[in-house]
């Protein structure tokens, strides 16, 4: 099966500062990568998703880029601010006929302010 | 609307209970997800539903787990003689389908403490 390792499991950053967390998988079929938020106590949210025919997405200050020969793909948050301190979560989709799911197993990112 | 519902939000049982935890997705959404969240890890898939049917359920952890979904909608994950290891939060997600970019959404999830 699919296996995802997720690194730094923690990361501090002053605030403005660029934030990358990076990700690998195994199994060169995935081919859908959503990243997750999950601020404390609260639901994992999506935050931005690339698809395995793109290598780079952004969404203002939110960007992921994405290696197929590699396989792995990173998240890259730029201009952190301490609302984005939270876990946050890379994942590897297998669409089937239905979404098969392998979490990384999170990044504790922590903005001083 | 509505989003993802799980009840019960916290649920406290002694070792060898059996516990009935319940998710209501969005209406319209044909999957559905389970999840197990250990205290500091990832999400553990579980199990998924397409409508009421479960394609795969290779990710339950024993016999000791099993969940049904009815009309297309509610899903119980039912845990019997629980143990301690079953701690965690429990969470639910559902999408519109299953295709490339159909979102999941999550629950609040439940947090289940076996004593």
């Known amino acids: 099966g699919e296996n995802v390792e997720q690194h730094p499991s923690t990361l501090s950053v002053q605030e403005g500062d660029s934030a990358v967390i990076k990700c690998t998988y195994s199994d060169s079929a995935s081919n859908y990568f959503p990243w997750y938020k999950q601020e404390l106590g609260k639901r994992p949210q999506l935050i931005i998703d690339i698809r395995s025919n793109v290598g780079e997405k952004k969404d203002q200050r939110i960007a992921v880029t994405l290696n197929k020969t590699a396989k792995h793909f990173s998240l890259h948050i730029t201009e952190t601010q301490p609302e984005d301190s939270a876990v946050y979560f890379c994942a590897a989709n297998l669409i089937l006929g239905y979404q098969k799911v392998t979490f990384g197993t999170g990044t504790k990112l922590q903005v001083i302010p | 609307g509505a989003g993802v519902s799980q009840s019960p939000s916290n649920k406290v049982t002694e070792k060898g209970k059996d516990v009935e935890l319940r998710c209501d997705p969005i209406?319209?959404?044909?999957?559905l997800y389970w999840y197990r969240q250990s205290l500091g890890q990832g999400l553990e898939f579980l199990i998924y539903?397409?409508?009421?049917?479960?394609?795969?359920k290779s990710g339950l952890p024993s016999d000791r787990f099993s969940a049904e979904r009815t009309g297309g909608s509610v899903s119980t994950l039912t845990i019997q003689r629980t143990q301690q290891e079953d701690s965690a939060v429990y969470l639910c997600?559902?999408?519109?389908?299953?295709?490339?970019?159909?979102?999941?959404?999550f629950g609040p999830g439940t947090r289940l403490t076996v004593l």
């Open positions: 539903f397409q409508g009421n049917s479960a394609p795969d």
């Open positions: 997600a559902s999408s519109l389908g299953a295709l490339v970019g159909d979102e999941q959404f």
């Open positions: 209406s319209g959404h044909t999957a």
